[in-house]
């Protein structure tokens, strides 16, 4: 997987590549965030998990701003070059809507997934817990979802209204 994800990030964030990468990578979030449910939990294999999701964080971030990914930061990097105009569209509201729901989904479904990998009932917290790993699943795409917001406008100027 993460060859492929290094593969769909080497796309440039110029049009008209700019939807294929874009395109690509929700197929393959869509199918992490499905498939990881399908094998049986085990703790010993959760660390590389989350190291994965935590690079998809990351290559959502670099996407969602129109990054070029730099492989020796594994981040993303601004496009603007000085003195240099590049066509970039963004991601579209659709598609941050259709991400925003994979994850969101799937992070549940991966609660969900990991409340059945503990013996007789205990819990799976206190597990990733022990093996220091719970801090991780716990924020879990957050840069992401910080990105794509909560896509509510605060009005401007809000009206102040008194109720009795």
């Known amino acids: 997987m993460q060859n492929l994800l290094a593969f769909i990030l080497r796309i440039p964030p110029v049009d008209p590549l700019t ?19 399908g094998y049986p939990p085990d703790m010993t294999d959760l660390r590389q998990l989350l190291d994965f999701m935590g690079n998809l964080d990351q290559a959502w971030v670099a996407v969602l701003r129109s990054h070029i990914w730099d492989p020796d930061k ?24 259709r991400l925003r729901s994979f994850l969101l989904t ?9 409340a059945g990998s503990t013996p007789d009932g205990a819990d799976y917290a206190l597990e990733l817990e022990r093996d220091g790993l719970f801090q991780g699943f716990n924020d879990l795409f957050a840069d992401t979802l910080a990105e794509v917001g909560d896509f509510v406008k605060a009005p401007e100027n809000p009206a102040v209204t008194e109720t009795d």
């Open 19 to 37: 939807l294929l990468r874009t395109t690509f990578l929700l197929r393959l979030t869509g199918d992490v965030m499905n498939s990881v449910m």
């Open 74 to 97: 594994g981040e993303g990097v601004d496009l603007m070059q000085s003195g240099t105009t590049i066509q970039s569209t963004p991601v579209s509201q659709t598609e941050r809507t």
């Open 106 to 114: 799937g992070i549940a479904g991966l609660e969900e997934w990991l």
